[in-house]
C-alpha cells in the first residue's frame, strides 16, 4: 500500500453562539478549517483535519496549513501510509517544525490504517476503556452574569465540567470565577483557562483572591516560568496547555512538579502519533489530561473520541465535541454528544464519510 495523493479542502464553520471569545481581546466567529484526505495505490482515502484556533492562539494560522501541505505532501508520495512511525520520521526530515501541518495527514494515514486492519482508530491506539468520554464545556469571555447564565444553560444539556474563559481584567476575572462556582453543584468541575492573559502578579492576585473556591487554574501566564511561580504560591489543581508542546516539556513540567493536568491538543503536538506519544509518558508518569485539539469540526471530533476513548479513564480529565459549537456537518458517522458525554466510532478507522457537497473544491492536490 503506498501514498498515491494527498490533497485538502478547505471549510468555513460558523460558531453556533456567533462568536468564541478569551484572553486578551481574541475572537473567532467563523472557523477556517482544512480537510485532509490520503489517497493510496489501491483508491482507500483516509481524512484528517486541522483547525488552528485563528491565527494568535497557537504558531499555526489556516493558509499554513494549505502552504505546509504543498510543501511536505511531494515527500510522503510512495510511503506506506500505515507506517506511521515511518511517515512522521519522513516528515519530521523533510520539514522542520511546524506540527500542525503534520497533524491532518498523519489523522488521515491513522485512517487508512484502520480501514486497512478493519479496526477502529481506538483499538489502534491501546483499546477502548469504559463506555463513554466525558466532556468539558468551553464558556467565551463575557460578563460574568452572561457567562454564569451560559454555564447554567450548558449544565442543563449534561455538562458537568465546565472551562471558563478568564485572562482578562483580573477582577472582572475573579467575578467571573465567584458568580459561575456559586451556581454550580459540589460534584461539578471548574476550570478557569486564561490562556496565557494574565502577568505573573496578576495571576498571582487572581489566585490568592479565590483560594476559597473549587477551581482549576489553567495556564495563567506566558511563560513557563512565570506559570511555574504561580503554581508554587497556590494550592489550586494546576492545568498546563499552551506550554506542553513536546516531550521534552512534559519531562520538564513533571522534574519540577509544575501541573496536575495537561491539556495535549492533537495538532499542537503534530498528529496522534506524537500525541500517543505524550499520552503514553502522561499514563507512566501520572498525569491526567485533557484531550482534544485547537478546533474543528466532525472529523477533528472523531479523531479525539478515538484518542480519549483509548486512554485509561482515570487518566482522562475532560475532552471536547467542537462539532457541537460549529453549525456545519462535514462528515457522516462523527461522535454525536450525549449528557455530556461521546463515545468513539466502532466502524473502521476513524468512523467517518465526509460530506462531499459540503467540502466543495479541493485547494490542494499532490500526487
Ligand atoms: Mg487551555
New binding site residues.
Partial sequence: MKIARIFAHRVELPLVEGSYRWSGGKSVSVFDSTIVGVETDGGLVGYGEVCPLGPFYLPAYAEGVRAGLRELGPHLIGLDPRELMALNHRMDAALKGHPYVKSGIDIACWDLLGQATQLPVCTLLGGRFGENVRLYRAISQQAPDEMAQNVQGYREQGYTRF?LKVGGDPDTDIERIRAVRSMLRPTDRLVA?A?TGWTQHEAMRVVRAVRDVDVYI??PCLTYEECLAVRRHTSHPF?L??NIDSLDMLLRGKADLAMDVV?LKISKLGGLTRTRQARDLCVAMGIAM?LEDSWGGDITTAAIAHLAHSTPEEFRFTSTDFNSYVTVSTAAGAPQRHQGFMAASRDPGLGIAPRMEVLGPRVVEVA
Fill in positions: 472551562q483557562d490562556n489553567e495556564q492545568v496547555d499552551e491539556n485533557t
